[in-house]
């Protein structure tokens, strides 16, 4: 219709006005003891919230925080920092689906590491089970990093990071973009505690952008 204003569904969120976009879908119910949002400095923080029911896989977890790409060319980047965090919390950035991945800051015995998990979900129906291999691509300084998820228009993805926010490492892992049971292939921030243990840490993500180009 010439003159109707043109809508656009929002994808990036600086998590301003103590709440979150509409964009956001949980991959449960949504729960209080998921994330809070603070007024203060404008950030959404994510508990390393323990699964009480089966391990923590990303694939098994209620407090995912999930949303659906609206480009298939499109560049995701948050920044964060993990807080209070005790051994094995991790926060992170990923892509939901029967093969999926996410990269994420986990503070380990030895420090900080920025690890790059896939998962592979064998059975999709009923509660389902799904199988995980970390690997961790690099050791780092202190808690905040900078995470990039690029999507390409032949269904793949990689990641990229930085200590910055200015100068990124891509990752050589090409990951296949590939849809979910009941919808299609959806990002997400997530975090939780890998060995399942309960904690007070979380991961702070002062932003989520999104750009529809990839570089």
Not at 11 to 22: A, E, I, M, V
Not at 23 to 37: E, G, K, T
Not at 167 to 180: E, G, P, V, W
Not at 189 to 203: E, F, I, V
Request: contains cysteine.
């Amino acid at each position: 219709v010439e003159n109707a204003p043109q809508y656009k569904i929002a994808t990036s969120d600086h998590f301003k006005n103590g709440k979150l976009g509409l964009q956001w879908q949980w991959q449960a119910n949504p729960n209080p003891d998921f994330y809070s949002l603070s007024s203060q400095n404008d950030s959404l923080s994510l508990y390393c919230w323990a699964n009480p029911k089966r391990e923590n896989l990303l694939w098994y977890a209620p407090n995912v925080l999930t949303q659906i790409p609206q480009s298939n060319q499109l560049m995701a980047t948050a920044k964060l920092n993990l807080k209070d965090e005790k051994t094995h919390d991790f926060a992170g950035l990923g892509m939901v689906g029967h093969e999926y991945s996410y990269i994420c800051i986990e503070r380990t015995e030895n420090g900080y590491a920025l690890n790059e998990v896939s998962g592979h979900v064998i059975e999709k129906t009923w509660q389902g089970k799904a199988e995980e291999t970390v690997k961790t691509v690099c050791r780092l300084d202190d808690s905040q990093v900078w995470l990039k998820l690029c999507l390409s228009e032949n269904k793949t993805y990689h990641y990229a990071y930085s200590t910055d926010g200015i100068t990124y490492q891509h990752l050589a892992t090409k990951h296949i973009l590939q849809n979910s049971t009941w919808t299609g292939a959806k990002l997400c921030l997530w975090a939780a505690n890998r060995t399942n243990q309960p904690s007070k840490g979380y991961g702070e993500y002062d932003y989520f952008v999104v750009e529809d180009s990839c570089n």
